[in-house]
């Protein structure tokens, strides 16, 4: 814990608000990444977590820091670590997003907390967005945003965690630098772990370009709503491993009353990110 700790909790009740229209091309365009079910047409479900191809709001170049995002002390709390990561989230659906809609977007910070671990210094900030038409929540999100410090030589890896045994269901992911580039594109995502090799491996320590958490989670939420019966009333999910541009991934699913069970894994095996998705 540092002196920062009261001026960066001093961010916690922060608001703002956005507006947009979910416009009809995003979502086609998505769909060129995952290609499943007929072309979306106006008037159609937003697909879960596809939420994140609207709401853009670009900084100018001259704002952004070191690694793409805009720099932090806006909206944000001004935190003073490096790495930023996409840690996890949490969505509840109590009603329906639908293409060709204009919607707000009401935000607020929820929690700042700094810590200590193995790697050094750790601050999480948690996010809550609205997602309302008329005044009424159709989707909330709680986004969990992890920064930290730079790898230190010859730090050693976090052991890797296990990922379950028994599943149903079983699809492979390909991923690409172009499936990453046209991520990317149409999140607005500067971030650049997803497109500098070199900024990767030399600054952030990691060994090819990683594969967008964010993406991953709708790979899992697709892939649940596919294989499962209901409406899906909730999503949760937890990044536990990175995953990287360079080779297939498996994703994975178990069903039992309501409750569908998804993961995704490391070509080597180890869970890469776990989520929950509970349908009607």
């Known amino acids: 814990m540092t002196d920062t700790a009261p001026a960066l909790e001093s961010w916690v009740g922060r608001t ?13 365009l998505m769909q060129s990444i995952l290609p499943h079910g007929a072309p979306l047409q106006t008037g159609d479900v937003l697909p879960p977590l596809w939420n994140w191809l609207y709401f853009h709001q670009p900084a100018p170049l001259d704002q952004l820091g070191r690694d793409g995002h805009p720099k932090k002390g806006g ?6 670590l490096p790495r930023r990561m996409w840690a996890g989230g949490r969505f509840e659906f109590p ?6 809609e204009a919607v707000q977007k009401r935000s607020e910070i929820l929690k700042v907390a700094q810590k200590e671990g193995r790697s ?12 309302l ?6 989707w909330r999100e709680e986004h969990d945003i992890v920064y930290r410090e730079d790898p230190a030589p010859g730090q050693p890896k976090p052991a890797p965690a296990p990922a379950p045994e028994m599943f149903t269901e079983q699809e492979v992911v390909q991923p690409s630098i172009v499936m990453l580039f046209r991520y990317s594109a149409l999140t607005f995502n500067g971030h650049r772990i997803h497109y500098d090799r070199p900024y990767c491996r030399e600054v ?8 967008h958490g964010p993406l991953t989670a709708t790979f899992l939420a697709d892939f649940s709503r596919r294989k499962s019966e209901g409406r899906m009333e909730s999503f949760s999910f937890r990044a536990m491993s990175p ?5 297939d991934f498996g994703i994975y699913l178990s ?12 070509p080597e095996g180890h869970l890469a990110m776990k989520a929950e998705a509970r349908f009607s």
């Open 204 to 211: 952030e320590g990691y060994p090819d370009l990683v594969f």
């Open 120 to 131: 050094g210094r750790l601050c999480f900030v948690t996010v809550e967005h609205r997602y």
């Open 95 to 100: 009603g329906d997003l639908r293409i060709g």
């Open 16 to 28: 703002e608000t956005a507006e947009d229209t979910l416009d009809l091309r995003p979502a086609r």
């Open 133 to 138: 038409q008329g005044g009424e929540t159709l």
């Open 255 to 266: 069903r039992n009353d309501g409750l569908t069970e998804a993961w995704a894994c490391t």
């Open 243 to 247: 995953l990287f541009d360079t080779a």
């Open 75 to 80: 909206f944000l709390p001004p935190v003073d």
